[in-house]
């Protein structure tokens, strides 16, 4: 998906926001995300529960690769934005940790601008390497960032989105100074 090489399309804010919110339902773990030309593959750990027994069988964990294309990613943004639009007001607490992780991690490259992105999560800390164009060629540049970085992101998003809100106009209740 190549979002800054002059398409139309959403940003990486949105787009792995949507990625985490599927991941999240489909209780994936330890995930790997590459952008392709058409999409990104994610790669991760699921939980499949074990056949028959009662209601105590654990499960064995397995390895899934899932291919998300455009059309997919549209599909996943059109859903999440139907899903907020249903709720009163966008309730950022009841977003899973993945909805929540990639939609900050996604903020993060928005801001660097990359033309390529790839990342991997091992227990809630996660390891970016982005392609970048400069004048003298384009180069990786490696970026980690612990749980702690992360959960410090996630902490402070609901702030910021506040911050770049559009003000609102009308009949509502102004204090002078």
Known sequence: MRIYEGSPRQDFEEVFRSIGAFLDQRGMREVLLAEAPDGFIVQGLVTVKAAGGGGESLGSQTKETLTFLDDDIARFMEEAVARRNRQA????????????????LGRYMDQQKPKDTFF?????????????SSQTGSK???SEFTKEDVESMIAGGPALREARAPAKTGSGDTKKK
């Open 89 to 104: 007001s966008e309730d950022w607490s009841r977003a899973g940790y993945y909805e929540k992780a990639f939609r900050v």
């Open 120 to 132: 991997f999560e091992q227990e809630g800390a996660f390891v970016v390497r982005l392609l970048m």
């Open 140 to 142: 990786h540049v490696l």
